[in-house]
């Protein structure tokens, strides 16, 4: 069976000594780039590789770009490769909390072609709740061939972003807390508030408060709701960099509404062009 969204722990238990599996630890804090990486070194699901959001799953930031560009596609080939990943391999990614950087190695893996791919439902924090193993152990890597297929129909560029909201043809939906949509706050951007027409689905609405993914029925009534009658594929999501909006996605996906895209750049290209509006709410 080949697993596509979510993946629960049983079942990656059950595979820890599958040389066709193979786990990524995605664990990252925006505010200590280097939290993850220590974390996994302290301890980590057995095999785990690590994946680190800005030197595996993004490319450098330019004068243009938002805070997480898509990674090279050749680099990160070559890195997939390394790690043991194949056309062959179901891959499993998890983080510390409720998905979010894991999605973001869900969704890149689709666009280089590799649907092989599910989000440890729950994550780290559920692995270890029901105690099962974890090591400080380097896992050992025999090292295969990646090729990748790039599907660039899965994102959009800002260009896009702005001529579609202008044609009114699609819905943004934006995967930050409340408080930072609004322009109540901001800790991250240097401008705060949301691109005008966009409504609001803070990411964490997709999980319960075990960080466990909702029912697939409950998911797809509420996100049919903020579709407002639009199909999956007229929705575009965004967040502060495009990495929470993935965790969207993946619950789009989870719920039977396939075909939404991603706003890589997101908020933060948005801001880069100070000509482009911004609204914000009291």
Sequence with gaps: MVFTTLVDTTTVAAHLDDPDW?????????????????????????GARYAHLDNDLSSPITANSGRHPLPDVEVLA???????VDRHKQVVAYDGGAGAVAARLWWVLRWLGHNAVAVLDGGL???????????????????????????????????????????????????????????????IDKVAGHIPGAINRPFDNNVDAHGCF?????????????????????????????????????????????????????????????????AKEA
């Design 22 to 46: 193979v786990v990524f630890d995605c664990r990252f804090d925006l505010t200590k780039p280097d939290a993850g990486q220590r974390a996994y070194a302290e301890a980590h699901i057995p």
């Design 78 to 84: 070559a890195k997939l490769g390394r790690w043991g």
């Design 125 to 187: 924090s559920k692995w270890q709740e029901e105690r099962r193993p974890v090591t400080n152990d380097v896992p050992t890597i025999t090292p295969t061939v990646f090729r990748a297929t790039v599907d660039d129909s899965l994102w959009v560029q800002t260009s896009v972003v702005e001529r579609l909201i202008a044609e009114g043809s699609h819905l943004l939906v934006d995967a930050r807390a409340a408080p930072r949509f609004k322009g109540a706050r901001e800790p």
């Design 214 to 278: 909702l029912r697939d029925d409950v998911l797809r009534s509420q996100f049919q709701e903020l579709l407002q009658g639009k199909e999956p594929a007229q929705a575009i999501n965004m967040c502060g960099s495009g990495v929470t909006a993935c965790h969207n996605i993946l619950a789009m996906e989870r719920a039977g509404l396939p075909g939404a895209k991603l706003y890589v750049g997101s908020w933060s290209e948005w801001i880069r062009d100070s000509r482009r509006p911004v």
